[in-house]
């Protein structure tokens, strides 16, 4: 069951479109939301005469302020349009450490696709690639252009047998009985010889079970799958992060990296 939710709030457009999302996800599973906002260290770019930083480290502290009180307003406007049970909390540190710290006592954690923290010539990896390997919980992912509520009719499972599918397959039951929606499995090279298992184990919990289809990656996994999301139209993928480590996924590139930063839908993921 679902009864907590997290969810990262800023003042952005997209930001305001995954707290709504969060809001109808919150209220479908009658659970509790807390909106959590994370003032970030300051983080110079390295664009500034030496003279100049510490002027420009405070014009960005004030910013961050700002931020953390546009964010707290927006989510309280937001969430008093409707009557799920929620919580605000503001905190100071490493946006992915503080999320992390406070996944523990949440079913879920919803974070945007393009969220980052600090300028990339320092941190490289997004909020996504640093949280899902910290927190220990299920993560969806929302890109910018999610809007309206959370109607999942049909969603989809990447397969490949790993034991961060695993993982994931097993997390998303509860929201996939709750939204009493069809999943289709897409298996990977070589894992479609258990499908017929995993399809019956998801069956037995109640899951509704649409087509399964076998990708030939021919070792560009990523790439076929985003081909195979804009065939068919989905509305959740379910997916593993990271069989290697997250580094080793960055520097090779990857399947999780491809989704959490170009999945044209909300994404799913445990690690």
Same mark, same amino acid.
């Given at each position: 069951?679902?009864?907590?939710?997290?969810?990262?709030?800023?003042? *952005?457009?997209?930001?305001?479109?995954?707290l709504r999302?969060?809001?109808?996800?919150?209220?479908r599973?009658?659970?509790?939301?807390?909106?959590?906002?994370?003032?970030?260290?300051?983080?110079?770019?390295?664009? $500034?005469?030496?003279?100049?930083?510490? /002027?420009?480290?405070?014009?960005?502290?004030?910013?961050?302020?700002?931020?953390?009180?546009?964010?707290?307003?927006?989510?309280?406007?937001?969430?008093?349009?409707?009557?799920? /049970?929620?919580?605000?909390?503001?905190? @100071?540190?490493?946006?992915?450490?503080?999320?992390?710290d406070?996944?523990?006592?949440?079913?879920?954690?919803i974070?945007g696709? $393009?969220?980052?923290e600090?300028?990339?010539?320092?941190?490289?990896?997004?909020?996504?690639?640093?949280?899902?390997?910290?927190?220990g919980?299920?993560?969806?992912?929302i890109?910018?252009?999610?809007?309206?509520?959370?109607?999942?009719?049909?969603?989809?499972?990447?397969?490949?047998? *790993?034991?961060e599918?695993v993982?994931?397959a097993h997390?998303?039951?509860?929201?996939?009985?709750?939204? /009493?929606?069809?999943?289709?499995?897409?298996?990977?090279?070589?894992? *479609?010889?258990?499908?017929? @298992?995993?399809?019956?184990?998801?069956?037995a919990?109640?899951?509704?079970?649409?087509?399964?289809f076998?990708?030939?990656? /021919?070792?560009?996994?990523?790439a076929?799958?985003?081909?195979?999301?804009?065939?068919?139209?989905?509305?959740?993928?379910?997916?593993?992060?990271?069989?290697?480590?997250?580094?080793?996924?960055?520097?090779?590139?990857?399947?999780?990296?491809?989704?959490?930063?170009? *999945?044209?839908l909300?994404?799913?993921?445990?690690?």
């Amino acid at each position: 069951m679902i009864r907590d939710l997290l969810v990262h709030v800023d003042a *952005s457009e997209a930001g305001v479109s995954r707290l709504r999302y969060a809001l109808d996800l919150a209220a479908r599973h009658e659970a509790r939301l807390t909106g959590v906002h994370v003032i970030a260290p300051t983080d110079v770019p390295p664009l $500034y005469k030496p003279s100049k930083l510490r /002027q420009v480290e405070r014009v960005l502290e004030d910013r961050s302020q700002r931020d953390a009180l546009s964010a707290e307003l927006i989510f309280r406007e937001v969430a008093g349009e409707r009557p799920t /049970q929620t919580a605000w909390k503001v905190f @100071e540190g490493r946006m992915a450490d503080q999320l992390a710290d406070h996944a523990r006592y949440a079913d879920l954690v919803i974070v945007g696709q $393009y969220e980052s923290e600090g300028a990339a010539e320092h941190r490289a990896t997004s909020l996504a690639d640093d949280l899902v390997v910290k927190c220990g919980r299920p993560l969806m992912v929302i890109p910018e252009s999610t809007a309206g509520a959370p109607e999942i009719q049909r969603a989809v499972l990447a397969w490949d047998g *790993s034991r961060e599918a695993v993982r994931a397959a097993h997390d998303v039951i509860p929201l996939l009985i709750a939204a /009493q929606c069809a999943l289709e499995i897409v298996s990977i090279d070589k894992a *479609s010889r258990d499908v017929d @298992e995993l399809a019956g184990h998801l069956r037995a919990h109640g899951v509704a079970l649409g087509e399964t289809f076998h990708l030939d990656s /021919q070792g560009r996994t990523g790439a076929a799958l985003v081909s195979h999301l804009q065939v068919r139209r989905y509305d959740l993928l379910v997916i593993g992060a990271y069989s290697h480590s997250a580094w080793r996924e960055f520097l090779l590139g990857g399947v999780t990296r491809t989704m959490l930063h170009h *999945s044209p839908l909300p994404v799913f993921v445990s690690h």
